[in-house]
């Protein structure tokens, strides 16, 4: 939408306001009632689309502040060794579900808070963009976060279907708690198999 429309109005009004009221000013300012409903309108959507943009910068940085946190939190390097797994006194079978559940839920702590921030204002971008070519961006935006928070929930489940054991002796491994290289860590578990 242009200002000038916009400006026209403001420009109108405030000569109106600044000179006296005479009979002839009358008959302006009684013209002006349709134009001040319109004012009204041309602002609202001044605002609209000053508040959408607002929302997108303010998505694109907790997109990128997301993404800088993922990073961070994949970037460690602690890596787990056949004397951990070997005190987890369970199946050798069981190392790769455990491994990949501590993998994902250690990833996914590190990072909830900017995940948290980017899921909020994501919702918000949502519901507020009408743009279909904005709605291309936010899928595209959302495809990252969603597909791990759908790996982290099948390792969950994974994890749940493993035997009582097997769950309480992985619970209580402080080595799994931490954040570890998961890469480097399955070296040692595929040597096992």
């Given at each position: 939408?242009?200002?000038s429309?916009?400006?026209?109005v403001?420009?109108?009004l405030?000569n109106i306001s600044?000179?006296?009221a005479?009979?002839?000013?009358?008959?302006?300012?009684s013209q002006?009632?349709?134009?001040?409903g319109e004012?009204?309108s041309?602002l609202s959507?001044?605002?609209?689309?000053?508040?959408e943009?607002?929302?997108?910068?303010e998505?694109?940085?907790?997109?990128?502040?997301?993404r800088?946190?993922?990073?961070?939190c994949?970037n460690?390097?602690?890596?787990?060794?056949?004397?951990?797994?070997?005190?987890?006194?369970?199946?050798?079978d069981?190392?790769?579900?455990?491994l990949?559940?501590f993998n994902y839920?250690?990833?996914?702590?590190c990072e909830?808070a900017?995940f948290?921030?980017?899921?909020?204002?994501?919702?918000?971008?949502?519901?507020?963009?009408k743009d279909?070519?904005?709605f291309?961006r936010?899928k595209?935006?959302?495809?990252v976060p969603?597909?791990?928070?759908?790996?982290?929930m099948?390792?969950?489940?994974?994890?749940?279907?493993l035997?009582?054991?097997?769950k309480?002796?992985a619970?209580?491994?402080?080595?799994l708690?931490?954040?570890?290289?998961?890469?480097?860590?399955l070296l040692?578990v595929?040597?096992?198999?």
């Amino acid at each position: 939408m242009s200002l000038s429309p916009l400006l026209l109005v403001v420009g109108l009004l405030v000569n109106i306001s600044t000179a006296s009221a005479t009979p002839n000013d009358q008959y302006v300012i009684s013209q002006l009632k349709p134009l001040t409903g319109e004012l009204t309108s041309i602002l609202s959507d001044v605002d609209r689309q000053a508040l959408e943009q607002q929302v997108m910068s303010e998505l694109d940085e907790s997109n990128r502040r997301l993404r800088s946190k993922r990073e961070e939190c994949n970037n460690v390097t602690t890596v787990l060794n056949n004397s951990q797994f070997s005190t987890l006194n369970i199946e050798v079978d069981y190392y790769l579900p455990v491994l990949s559940y501590f993998n994902y839920l250690n990833k996914y702590q590190c990072e909830s808070a900017e995940f948290s921030d980017f899921s909020r204002r994501f919702a918000v971008s949502y519901i507020m963009l009408k743009d279909e070519r904005r709605f291309d961006r936010l899928k595209l935006m959302s495809l990252v976060p969603s597909l791990s928070y759908k790996e982290f929930m099948e390792a969950d489940e994974t994890f749940n279907t493993l035997p009582k054991p097997v769950k309480e002796a992985a619970l209580k491994a402080d080595f799994l708690n931490n954040n570890f290289n998961y890469v480097e860590s399955l070296l040692p578990v595929l040597t096992f198999k």
